[in-house]
């Protein structure tokens, strides 16, 4: 038989470059069936904006068959990296893996904002500082400042939910207390879990230094199911926005440095915000190749649970749970459906609360546009991604959308800002929703965040001060 | 041309970057094409207007669906590549008289729900359904599990809007299930792989959709006692609606992935469903459990919730995954043999497998024959490589002495096309180019496809 027109050299055995995993590449057949499960594609219908053509770009990066431009650059930095496609694969390419690589030698080309690059650089990774701009945010939004600021900001700030002032010092004085508790009395009051479970608490940066109410809530939960919750002081931002936009060495950075914050407790490391569990769970995979720290990473990867999880396998005090008469929708968060796996755990959580009817949204795993900074880098297409997410939640006719992870929850309070539904359609996190029926009946109350604060129940590491 | 081009479909329908020509160069097979250009229609009057600029300047034109295709059909020799994904409107559908309307673009699976919502069915139903287009099915005539109950693409096809290769537009068949007008055009369009024409409307026949289904799983000790099933079944007044086959290797490199705690000591597992009213459903899941044991299945389960079913599916849905674990490159066949060749087909082609080593998963649809034997191996091992084509002709040359057909439901395109003559022999080629030269004199729609060009 003749060689036809059509059949292909042989690719080279050795990648043109290194950096990226050649072999990982090579696993994708092209079968096209991550396509539709792509919000690029999908809106689009272009293949260099699938994955199957950003997996072939990234191979012909490898294979020298395609320079380093910013013709390359450019789809690749329109992922939104929500790993939906990782879902669809039938031939297991890792692709969140392989786009963070790929992204270490695009980032230089298509650079973020100087803004966004200070911010990663310079507060995302510590938590006081961080905490002071939530805290000059908070004074800001009071003032009616915050609503100034342009663009895909501004949009992002009018979504933040009232930010109450003295709630970054509160959290300090949160973790303080629960530190000093640690060491005496406290940890009667922090109620003992009938199988004497400790949980450690991730406490993340965005969630503590604007969202704290729901690191509050969270915790709150935690404490009902019976969890002695300890905060081990020294963490600090789990890194994944790092990652996801081309900076692995900050990323690792922050691993060793949450790594050796953990290490020091036993017990399940816990945190509600999808996309950072899915990234505490890669340390494993971002240290493999550090002979030090290697191991360590291994045993912190697998002791990382999403909150849902956690209280999935615990369950919840069904005689503490008062009925909530509310007609609920759920949001999956990317990097917990497609990442982590966990599909079931939240949506079974929220139908044990009673009263609660529970509508499945159509395209409920599809990304709403968020992604990490991405509607901050894109706001056009994460628009285009939020609108139709929203037709989606209005189909439901959902009173209440609960999220998993801040950034669903930030990019959801837009999407029914600029619906026009504020009032009528509720963004809440899985752990508020929770909080509030446990909390007891109160139906025109509104988000928790505006309640007493109660946090009395958290115990937090020793070492020094956490900021 | 370019130029032409861009005035014709307006600014960024035209698709000429590195990056996108490699893109759409690829379909899901390991062979590899070579575009110019990329274009994007949307309309029917846009698609004519790019076909009357390719044939101007003997340009060769490459529709191209969603790419899912495992023929090679999809991959373009030079020219333009023709992308139908914007055209994607589910038009019509028409719940009196069972039909639906649609542009080539639209997804096989919104179809389905689009059907399903308005209470009605659209059977066929290729693995790749989730992500193809109905443009891409028409074109290669895609099947499915669904096949021997429900038919192939093709019976399901009304009438199709067609653009010639020089830009005029041909509406073949119609709206009604009986149509004797003259040639069956429609026909001859279905499964011609985009060389004769580009669909840009379809009218399609949906039917009533089933009440209920019911999934079964039954492990044979012995492959021949699991290939008789299908006849039994029809014996007994049972047309099961789908009945998968997966044999032994299937089975471990599966249950080597999952750990599902399959019957890996089994040498074949089927799994079947049968659909219609509900009592009906109980009554003839009961049916083929019973004949199963009768033939000699070692075990039966029946699925009691759609969760279960999903479960019984998932042995045979993650073959593919589960097998390029083993090595990356998947090369996936599709002979169909008559249904009583089938015993023999599978010990065939595991008697290659044993010869050669390679590493290859028997599955398929037992129902209608059609069985896929999926090699895997490693692009860059070029002694295997060349293996790996030595046992496709072998399997090709099997299936034809069986009684069967090179293609079931993936088609031609470049992959098969070298063993095209060896089924159709010289007479068939002839005519078909004949065909071909009828309707595209200059070669231009799809060239080098189903060796018409040669």
């Known amino acids: ?467 | 041309m370019i130029a032409e081009l861009e005035e014709a479909l307006g600014p960024g329908r035209v698709l000429t970057s590195p990056q996108a020509l490699l893109c759409y160069a690829l379909d899901a097979t390991y062979h590899v094409g070579r575009p110019e250009a990329v274009v994007l229609p949307e309309s029917t009057a846009e698609v004519a207007a790019v076909m009357r600029i390719a044939s101007r300047h003997k340009v060769p034109v490459t529709p191209r669906g969603a790419g899912t295709g495992l023929s090679g059909g999809a991959l373009p020799k030079g020219g333009i590549v023709l992308s139908l994904t914007r055209m994607n409107r589910i038009k019509e559908i028409d719940r009196k008289n069972l039909i639906a309307v649609v542009e080539p673009g639209v997804i096989t699976a919104h179809l389905q729900q689009a059907a399903e919502a308005a209470g009605l069915f659209y059977p066929p139903d290729p693995a790749s359904s989730q992500v193809s287009t109905i443009g891409g099915n028409i074109a290669e005539n895609a099947g499915g599990p669904r096949c021997f109950k429900y038919g192939v693409t093709r019976d399901y096809v009304l009438g199709l809007e067609v653009v010639l290769a020089d830009g005029r537009v041909l509406r073949t068949g119609g709206r009604t299930v009986k149509n004797v007008t003259g040639y069956d055009l429609t026909r001859l369009m279905v499964g011609s792989e985009g060389t004769l024409g580009v669909v840009t409307e379809a009218t399609l026949r949906l039917v009533p959709r089933p009440e209920a289904t019911q999934t079964l799983m039954a492990v044979f000790p012995r492959l021949e006692d699991a290939a008789e099933t299908n006849a039994a079944l029809v014996a007994r007044g049972v047309t099961p609606a789908t009945l998968e086959i997966m044999d032994q290797l299937s089975l471990r490199v599966v249950e080597n992935y999952l750990h599902l705690g399959l019957p890996v000591e089994a040498e074949a597992v089927l799994v079947i469903s049968v659909d219609g009213f509900r009592e009906a459903v109980q009554r003839q899941a009961d049916t083929v459990a019973a004949i199963c044991r009768e033939l000699g299945a070692s075990e039966v389960r029946i699925a009691r919730t759609p969760e279960e079913a999903q479960e019984l599916w998932r042995a045979r849905r993650s073959i593919s995954t589960a097998i390029t674990q083993v090595k990356p490159t998947k090369i996936g066949e599709d002979v169909a043999v008559p249904p009583s060749r089938i015993p023999e087909l599978i010990r065939r082609i595991q008697y290659l497998r044993e010869k050669t080593g390679l590493t290859m998963a028997i599955y398929g649809h037992i129902g209608d024959g059609n069985i896929h034997p999926n090699v895997v191996t490693d692009l860059r091992d070029r002694e295997e490589m060349a293996k790996v084509e030595q046992v496709l002709e072998e399997i090709a040359r099997i299936a034809l002495e069986l009684g069967g057909t090179l293609s079931g439901e993936h088609g031609i395109g470049t992959l098969k096309a070298p063993y095209l003559e060896m089924e159709v022999g010289e007479t068939g080629i002839d005519v078909m180019r004949r065909i071909k030269r009828a309707l595209d004199p200059d070669g231009i729609l799809n060239p080098g496809k189903m060796r018409l060009d040669e």
């Open chain 1, 1 to 467: 038989m003749s060689k036809s027109w059509s059949v292909p050299e042989p690719p080279p055995l050795r990648p043109a470059i290194s950096g990226l995993d050649y072999e990982g590449l090579l696993r994708c057949v092209h079968c096209g069936f991550c396509a539709q499960a792509c919000p690029t594609y999908r809106e689009t219908g272009l293949e260099t904006l699938s994955p199957r053509g950003r997996l072939t770009l990234m191979r012909a990066l490898a294979e020298g068959k395609l320079p380093l431009d910013e013709g390359l650059a450019e789809p690749l930095d329109l992922c939104l990296g929500c790993r939906a496609c990782e879902s669809a694969c039938p031939s297991g390419v890792r692709y969140g893996r392989l786009l963070e690589e790929v992204r270490v030698l695009t980032a230089p080309l298509k650079p973020p904002g100087r803004l966004i690059r200070f911010g990663l650089r310079h507060l995302i990774p510590y938590p006081g500082p961080l905490r002071a701009v939530g805290w000059l945010a908070a004074l800001a939004q009071r003032l009616g400042l915050l609503r100034l600021l342009p663009g895909a900001f501004g949009d992002l700030a009018r979504a933040l939910p009232r930010i109450h002032p003295a709630r970054p010092y509160r959290a300090a004085r949160a973790y303080r207390t629960a530190r000093v508790l640690s060491g005496g009395t406290g940890e009667e009051k922090a109620g003992q879990a009938p199988n004497g479970q400790t949980v450690l608490f991730f406490r993340g940066c965005i969630q503590d230094a604007f969202l704290f109410h729901q690191n509050e809530a969270a915790i709150r939960v935690l404490t009902a199911a019976g969890a002695r919750c300890i905060v081990p002081a020294g963490q600090v931002c789990c890194g994944a926005l790092h990652a996801h936009s081309g900076d692995l060495e900050t990323a690792r950075r922050l691993a060793r440095k949450n790594i050796a914050a953990f290490e020091r407790y036993p017990g399940p490391i816990v945190t509600h915000a999808g996309g950072c569990g899915a990234h505490l769970k890669e340390y494993a995979h971002l240290l493999r190749d550090n002979p030090e720290w290697a191991e360590r990473a291994r045993a912190f990867s697998a002791r990382v649970m999403d909150f849902s999880q956690w209280l999935a396998e615990v369950g919840l005090p069904a005689d503490a749970l008062s009925p909530l008469p509310l007609t609920v929708t759920y949001q999956d968060s990317c990097h917990l459906v497609h990442g982590q796996k966990v599909r079931r755990q939240p949506r079974d959580l929220i139908r044990t609360i009673p009263g609660i009817r529970y509508r499945e949204m159509n395209g409920a795993d599809r990304c709403c546009g968020s992604a990490g900074i991405y509607n901050l880098v894109h706001p056009e297409m994460a628009d285009r991604v939020l609108r139709e997410k929203m037709a989606r939640v209005a189909e439901t006719g959902a009173q209440v959308v609960v999220t998993a992870n801040p950034g669903c929850y930030l990019q959801l309070r837009l999407g029914v800002q600029q619906a026009g539904l504020e009032g009528q359609v509720e963004v809440l996190s899985l752990a508020e929703l929770l909080d509030r029926s446990l909390r007891g009946p109160s139906p025109t109350a509104p988000a928790v965040s505006d309640r007493s604060p109660g946090t009395g129940a958290c115990t937090g590491g020793s070492g020094g001060s956490d900021t």
